[in-house]
C-alpha cells in the first residue's frame, strides 16, 4: 500500500529551528512536495523534491533520500505565522498525490 | 503568479438543496482541475479530477451523480453536491496543475459547506 509516516504534531520556540521528518511508500515516485496549511485553510506549496539532496528556499529547506523513502523540512529563524500543519506529499508513478493528515507545528514564544 | 479562484468561501444550505462551487484558474489555463474534500483533523481526499471538455474521473467511493463536475471551459470547473445532507458538510478545495510538477499545484481558497 501507499502511505506517509509523519509526526503528529511538534512544538518549537519562535527564533529556533524544527525539522520534521517524513518516511513514505508510494508505487513508483514522481517526486515529493511540502505544503503548508493554517487551520481553515487551503494548502500552499512550499517545496518539491525530485532528486536527492536538499533544496533551499530561504527560511524553508527540503531534503529528499529517494532510496530511504525519506524527506524531511528544516524551518529556520520560527516565526509565529509558521505555526500551521506541514504536509509531505509524494507523488507516485501515476503522478497521484498521496496525502497525509501532516504534521501540527505549534510556535511558542 | 497563478491564481486559483474559488467562490464562495463558506456557503450554509438546508438539507435536499444543492450548492455549485465554482473554480477558476486565473492568469493560465488549466486543462485539468482537481477536487478535494477534507473533514477536520484530517487529510485532503481526492474526490475527483475534472478534464476540460470531458467527463470527469471519480474516485472509488465518490459518487458521480451526487457530485456533479462541470469543466466546460479552460478556466473554470464547477462542483454541485446535488441533495446535501448534514454528512456532507466538509472543506471543499479545488486545485489546479501549473504545467511543470516543479511548480507544483495551487489550490483553491476552499469552501466551508454546512448543510444544516
Known amino acids: 500500500g501507499q502511505n506517509i509516516d509523519q509526526p503528529t504534531e511538534m512544538t518549537a520556540t519562535e527564533g529556533a529551528i524544527v525539522q520534521i521528518n517524513c518516511t513514505y511508500q508510494?508505487?513508483?515516485?514522481?517526486?515529493l512536495f511540502w505544503y503548508q496549511q493554517h487551520a481553515g485553510e487551503a494548502p500552499t506549496f512550499l517545496s518539491y523534491n525530485v532528486l536527492d539532496g536538499l533544496e533551499e528556499k530561504g527560511r524553508f529547506s527540503s531534503f529528499l533520500s529517494r532510496s530511504k523513502g525519506y524527506s524531511y523540512l528544516l524551518l529556520k529563524e520560527l516565526q509565529m505565522k509558521d505555526s500551521a500543519s506541514y504536509l509531505c506529499?509524494?507523488?507516485?508513478?501515476?503522478?497521484?498525490?498521496?496525502w497525509g493528515a501532516g504534521t501540527k507545528l505549534i510556535i511558542k514564544p | 503568479g497563478a491564481v486559483v479562484s474559488q467562490h464562495p468561501s463558506r456557503v450554509i444550505c438546508k438539507s435536499g438543496t444543492s450548492v455549485k462551487i465554482e473554480c477558476r484558474s486565473l492568469d493560465f489555463q488549466a486543462t485539468t482541475m482537481f477536487w478535494y474534500r477534507q473533514f477536520p483533523k484530517q487529510s485532503l481526499m481526492l474526490m475527483a479530477t475534472s478534464n476540460e471538455g470531458s467527463k470527469a474521473t471519480y474516485e472509488q467511493g465518490v459518487e458521480k451523480d451526487k457530485f456533479l463536475i462541470n469543466h466546460a471551459s479552460l478556466t473554470l470547473s464547477t462542483l454541485t453536491v446535488t441533495s446535501a445532507h448534514p454528512e456532507d458538510s466538509s472543506f471543499y478545495i479545488c486545485s489546479a496543475s501549473l504545467g511543470a510538477t516543479s511548480y507544483g499545484y495551487t489550490f483553491g481558497s476552499g469552501t466551508r459547506l454546512t448543510v444544516v
Open positions: 506529499v509524494p507523488m507516485d508513478s501515476n503522478y497521484q498525490l498521496i
Open positions: 508510494t508505487s513508483g515516485f514522481n517526486g
